[in-house]
């Protein structure tokens, strides 16, 4: 029997647990619509753990990123959540990033780039722009890592400039962004699919 496919929601909000947190809403959110394609899922919130600056596997020390990255390396699918701050994706996302970088040097027993297979989603929100600007910093990043990334892969939520209402106060999900996590959903999960069936090759 073929193993159920599995996401890894990384949230990178900068509020630590138990503050609500509208990225991790949207991240809950993704969760659920994969799981309705048979993927099971789990949402981390990185700004809970010491994720040491640096851009080697394991920097030493009380650095937990050594955990969070056997997450990574285990999920078929990676859901990457961020806020939006001056139009950028947050200082812990860009930890996030930098920490992946390793990667680019681990390969497979055939050689391959470690996350060859696996498959990339975004997840962004904010009251300002950028969140286009940010999708393809994510998604440009994590391509060079060896993700692959669906169709229409990235879902945000922008609310209005310079305003108090977030995300995690709305009375409900706007269509749209309930659309277009479905859309994603299945396609990463569609993606993901295929990848575990048919692998890259080596050469």
Not at 35 to 54: C, F, K, M, N
Not at 57 to 69: F, N
Not at 119 to 134: K, P, Q, R, T, W
Request: hydrophobic share 45%; charged share 20%.
């Amino acid at each position: 029997m073929t193993a159920q496919l599995t996401a890894l929601a990384i949230s990178c909000t900068l509020k630590p647990s138990p503050a609500e947190s509208s990225t991790d809403l949207l991240g809950s959110q993704i969760l659920a619509s994969l799981a309705e394609h048979g993927v099971t899922g789990e949402l981390v919130r990185a700004v809970d753990h010491v994720i040491s600056p640096g851009v080697e596997a394991d920097m030493g020390g009380d650095d937990q990123w050594p955990t969070l990255r056997e997450k990574v390396q285990a999920a078929d699918i990676l859901v990457f959540l961020t806020p939006t701050w001056m139009g950028q994706h947050s200082s812990i996302a860009q930890r996030v990033l930098e920490r992946l970088d390793a990667e680019l040097s681990e390969t497979d027993d055939a050689g391959r780039p470690i996350l060859f297979d696996k498959v990339a989603l975004a997840g962004i929100v904010g009251n300002e722009d950028g969140a286009h600007h940010i999708a393809a910093i994510l998604f440009q990043s994590l391509n060079d890592i060896g993700y692959s990334v669906p169709a229409q892969a990235s879902i945000y939520w922008n609310g209005e400039a310079m305003q108090t209402v977030d995300y995690k106060d709305l009375d409900e999900t706007p269509e749209k962004v309930a659309s277009a996590t479905a859309t994603a959903a299945r396609n990463a999960a569609h993606l993901a699919g295929l990848l575990r069936a048919h692998r890259y090759p080596a050469e």
